[in-house]
């Protein structure tokens, strides 16, 4: 039976077919080796009965055969008799023959001159002279020696003795046939049937059965088999007969007793087995029944633990005292369970370091309250600089400081509830709820009344929040800002009123305002920023994108030529709307889009730039990167490879930065930096002199190019200090060996500036609005110097 059979049975069917089973091999086994064990028994006794068998036949054979020597030399030795057959006295000879044979009842008297040929017969045997010699031929003629002859399928001991008168004029040959009486004889001798052959052809046999007789020569050949497999009445073996060399006997044991004494042991030891196997199914049951019983109860329990009924019953059968152990283990083990159950549900719900809900759990208890029609406000409020703080004053005094806020808040909770206020109207239908859903935001849930409850809850949060945190003699406050989203305006969707809320604080700390209520049409537009991100990530993966690059010229001041083009991207989406390039390039930078998206732009300029150089024209190409581009590990080897793929020269390559990008790992950046300009691209500071850099940092830096931002040139013509700041730092962006480069000149009295303040490159409107390579080929063919 295989195992998946096996399976289906119970398990009580199971016990009692593997003992069932192991019980009958157990008799098989048994069985067979008593079979094998008597089988080898009975035939080494059979062979040694043949062992004995033969030395008895062979001690038989010589000892008739003494006899006949015995009586053939008196023969040969009588006076009278040699006389006659010196003188071939053939009447005298075959007298002496006659009676001699008579005497010692031969069946064959025979007189042989020295040449063998036969002189005088009294045979009883019908044999013509002819087949007579022909076959004492066989018979070598020495002294007296008897041997084995076959004359016309009869069997003959025959004695052969010299007659010497005194040298030998003659040989006496007396034989004695083998007959069916002899070889009865025989048979009662040895107790085995003799069957005499001679060339695969039978002679004689004590055997009656002719069948037998017939597969006795076909088995003469072979070996007889081993009892264990031979369904044949006789083993036999057989030998040479005496000392003849064609003649051979065969004997044969009957196996009939034999195989009537295993037959009947056999169908005793199957008796046996089968009673044994009664008796055995019989207790099988009964053990199967007895483990069955206990497991079921304990099955039962086991059924009852998976359910989530952990309460175990007390056991009230009896049951075996390693099973009832069994039992208490369950009862010990559901108990445990159930503990543990708890601790998990705990850690599910709640965080771990202040106790207050986390986020899962908050948003299920918010969804309830909306189910039962009760109306929210959602407060969510976090601590600015807490990153800072607990830089300063180390993890375990900032956990300190957040169980302390959830300790206060859970005071709040409290006096919120004794407040003589309106908005403890739904106290009895919803309980103040609080989490923590980040490491320095916490999310507040209040029934209220309506929207004008809102004020006086915050203000009474903030009032017991807002009192100094101390952390053994050292007095911490802190900057809390709070964001507002209450059901009634907002929506009863709960994971949105959360998102709403968060929204709202977000935009608290931008502002930097205590507290932010969320406005409509906020949501709508963080819900655009995520499908733009999402549009953002197909635009990159497709190879018909919605993205395409548009350069505008930089003109350089010094010759009035355009040899210089910053690459900008841009994006119109699947509504053919235009993207404004800052927000996507921002929303990339938040989503780990960024790298992916300036590699996309980099395999762009460098592509135009390979088709600019073909068409003739050389263009050095500024390409926009941000900080994550510059500390990625294979940003360098991507640039390398992609100029190389498309014989692009390095120094047509200018690397723009702005100074907070420069300012982010200024270590790691510097270090790129170095390496990108030993590779030969130009690096360039972007929007210089609205960010962090200092003159200090600015000298250190590997820069050959300064771009002054647009905020100091769109007005440049008319504010004298914005020409004071352009012109002093075109100056010092000489004096440190770097071009500079002036962005948003809008009209030429900017332009004529800055080339009063011997800009090297100015860029603008007034030159040209970013257009795609082709419209820029154009324009720049018919493009006049207005210097």
Same mark, same amino acid.
Do not use: C, Q, W
């Given at each position: 039976m295989n195992t998946k059979a096996n399976t289906r049975l119970s398990f009580k069917a199971q016990i009692t077919w593997l003992l069932t089973s192991l019980i009958l091999l157990t008799v098989i086994f048994l069985t067979a080796s008593n079979w094998f064990r008597f089988a080898d028994y009975a035939e080494s006794q059979i062979e040694r009965q043949m062992y004995f068998a033969q030395n008895v036949l062979n001690q038989t054979l010589k000892s008739q055969e003494q006899v006949l020597i015995t009586t053939a030399s008196v023969l040969a030795s009588d006076f009278g008799f040699k006389q006659a057959v010196a003188t071939k006295d053939k009447k005298t000879v075959e007298s002496v023959l006659l009676n001699q044979g008579k005497r010692i009842n031969a069946d064959l008297m025979l007189i042989l001159d020295l040449e063998g040929k036969l002189s005088t017969t009294s045979s009883s045997l =019908? &044999? /013509?002279?002819?087949?007579?010699?022909?076959?004492?031929?066989?018979? +070598? &003629?020495?002294e007296v020696h008897a041997q084995i002859l076959s004359i016309e399928n009869k069997v003959f001991q025959v004695i052969v003795v +010299?007659?010497?008168?005194?040298?030998?004029?003659?040989?006496t040959v007396i034989g004695f046939e083998f007959k069916q009486t002899a070889l009865l004889q025989l048979k009662e001798l040895i107790a085995f049937d003799v069957t005499l052959v001679q060339n695969n052809k039978l002679l004689g046999s004590t055997i009656a059965n002719e069948a037998v007789k017939s597969q006795l020569l076909v088995e003469q050949e072979q070996q007889s088999p081993s009892?264990?497999?031979?369904? =044949?009445?006789? &083993?036999?073996?057989?030998?040479? &007969?005496?000392s003849s060399s064609d003649v051979q006997v065969i004997l044969s044991a009957s196996l009939a007793q034999i195989q009537s004494d295993f037959n009947r042991l056999i169908y005793a030891m199957l008796i046996v087995a089968f009673i044994v196997i009664v008796i055995a199914f019989t207790f099988s049951r009964l053990l199967s029944r007895s483990l069955s $019983?206990?497991?079921?109860?304990?099955?039962?329990?086991?059924?009852?633990?998976?359910?989530?009924e952990l309460a175990v019953p007390k056991l009230t059968n009896r049951l075996p005292a390693e099973f009832n152990e069994l039992y208490q283990g369950f009862s010990v083990m559901g108990a445990a369970i159930e503990n543990r159950e708890q601790a998990i549900t705990y850690q599910a719900e709640h965080d771990i370091l202040t106790g207050l809900y986390n986020r899962y759990k908050f948003l =299920?208890? #918010?969804?309830?309250?909306?189910?039962?029609?009760?109306? %929210?406000?959602?407060? $969510?409020f976090n601590i600015k600089g807490f990153k800072a703080l607990n830089d300063t004053i180390g993890l375990t005094n900032g956990d300190l400081i957040l169980q302390e806020i959830a300790a206060r808040v859970r005071v709040y909770i409290e006096k919120l509830s004794q407040a003589p206020h309106k908005v403890t109207a739904q106290k009895s239908r919803a309980e103040t709820i609080i989490a923590r859903t980040k490491d320095n935001e916490f999310l507040v849930a209040v029934a209220i009344n309506e929207v004008d409850d809102i004020t006086h809850i915050v203000e009474l949060l903030q009032s017991e929040l807002s009192r100094p945190f101390w952390l053994d003699d050292i007095k911490i406050d802190l900057s809390l800002y709070f964001g507002v989203a209450n059901s009634i305006e907002?929506?009863?969707d709960a994971e949105r009123l959360i998102r709403r809320s968060s929204m709202a604080v977000a935009a608290a700390l931008q502002e930097q305002l205590f507290l932010r209520l969320y406005q409509d049409g906020e949501d709508e537009t963080y819900l655009y920023k995520l499908r733009l991100i999402e549009e953002l990530k197909l635009a990159l993966e497709s190879k018909t994108s919605p993205l395409f690059m548009n350069y505008q010229p930089k003109l350089n001041m010094n010759t009035g030529k355009v040899d210089k083009l910053e690459a900008l991207i841009r994006w119109i989406n699947k509504d053919g709307e235009f993207v404004n390039p800052e927000l996507f390039i921002d929303l990339a930078e938040k989503a780990g889009l960024i790298v992916t998206l300036t590699r996309w732009v980099i395999l762009q300029v460098i592509r135009q730039v390979e088709q600019w150089n073909q068409q003739g024209y050389q263009f050095k190409v500024s390409i926009n990167l941000s900080a994550q581009d510059i500390q990625n590990e294979q940003f360098v080897d991507y640039l390398l490879t992609k100029v190389t793929e498309h014989n692009v020269a390095t120094s047509q390559i /200018?690397?723009? %930065? /702005?100074e907070r990008d420069i300012a982010e790992n200024e270590a790691l950046v510097l270090s790129r930096l170095l390496h990108l300009k030993s590779l030969g691209f130009a690096i360039s500071v972007d929007d210089y002199g609205i960010g962090q850099s200092s003159l200090a940092k600015l000298k250190n830096l590997p820069v050959d190019e300064l771009k002054i931002d647009k905020t100091f040139i769109l007005r440049l013509d008319q504010c004298q200090k914005d020409q004071d700041i352009v012109a002093s730092t075109i100056s010092l962006g000489h004096k440190l060996g770097m071009s500079v480069v002036a962005e948003g000149v809008e009209n030429k009295e900017s332009l004529m500036l800055l080339n009063r303040f011997n800009c090297d490159y100015a860029q603008g409107y007034?030159? =040209?609005? +970013? #257009?795609?390579?082709?419209k820029f080929i154009e324009w720049y063919k018919t493009y006049e110097s207005p210097l």
């Open positions: =019908s &044999f /013509t002279s002819d087949v007579i010699e022909k076959n004492i031929t066989k018979l +070598p &003629f020495r +010299p007659v010497k008168a005194p040298r030998i004029i003659a040989y009892l264990l497999f031979t369904r =044949s009445d006789y &083993f036999n073996k057989t030998l040479n &007969f005496a $019983t206990p497991l079921t109860v304990l099955m039962e329990v086991t059924k009852k633990i998976g359910n989530g =299920s208890a #918010v969804e309830k309250y909306f189910k039962n029609n009760i109306k %929210l406000a959602l407060i $969510t907002h929506g009863i /200018t690397l723009e %930065l /702005t007034y030159l =040209s609005r +970013p #257009v795609n390579a082709e």
